[in-house]
């Protein structure tokens, strides 16, 4: 049996078994990467819908996401890019076929180099560096730091768009190699972090705490029709915020973004509009950057 540390949940995995994640796997008494250079979609995409509207804005990143999570959010924006099967074949290994709309339901695996050849190659297109996102990429996070070493060298950028649950040991080792995150901070309710999305609310908000210390932080809150979507809610969230960028000296951006019927919230209905402004405009009680998604 060995302890998984990369993030909250420190599975105890035994040999030749996955953690929760489904990325990471047991082997002679030590957990690796199961998922290491594995992605399921490329994209070259504005740096605006990661969201990050304050991290060179104007420019592009490449979003590279895999298969996984540490979480099990039933309104999984990405869930067919973040569930798809490891085995499937058939993502262009060709770099011409990546537009602003790709995005690939299989597997394809890369080292390290080709991503960052990848990123060189879209420079003369605005691009500036790669995002690793859609699924939870910390799951993976020796990947990350091999590729984000060889873009430190080209003068290019490496983001995270995460969920906020890897451990603090994680993330010390990340953090010399990371330029920006936007983080998710789904909900204030602990209860509802642990029943619904299997995660853990505390070890959200110590991971943004130390993440704005080291690297430029972007938050975003995916209003859930039913789940998450009271004033009372979003006064916490943004007054939280607000006290933590104070004691960094920063302003945190929050993007309050509108939720579409996905994976098992299929059959709800899409957050009304004017529902997302009203919040946004609670947010901005306490803060100065905030942004509508999706609207």
Known sequence: MAECNVCFRRCKISDGNLGFCKARRAVEGRVVSDTYGMFTALALDPIEKKPLYHFYPGSMIISAGGYGCNLACPFCQNSDISLSEQGQSGLSDKVDKITDKA???????????????????????????????????????????????????????????????????????????????????????????????????????EFIESAISFSHVEVTTLVVPGDNDSEEEMEKISSWLASVGAKAGKDIPLHVTRFFPRSLYSDRQPTEVEKVYKLADVARKHLRFVHEGNV
């Not at 010399?176 to 299997?198: G, R, T, W």
């Open 103 to 205: 995005a690939f339901p299989v597997t394809k695996k890369y080292a390290p180099e080709e991503l960052a050849d990848i990123c060189e190659h879209y420079r003369s297109q605005g691009n500036i560096g790669i995002a690793f996102t859609y699924n939870e990429p910390l799951i993976n996070y020796e990947f990350i730091i091999d590729t984000a070493k060889l873009l430190k060298k080209r003068n290019l950028k490496t983001v995270l768009v995460t969920n906020g649950s890897a451990s603090q040991e994680t993330l010390d080792k990340v953090a010399p190699y990371v330029d920006a995150m936007n983080v998710d901070l789904k909900s204030f309710d602990e209860n509802y972090y642990k029943s619904v999305l299997k995660g853990d609310l505390q070890t959200t908000k």
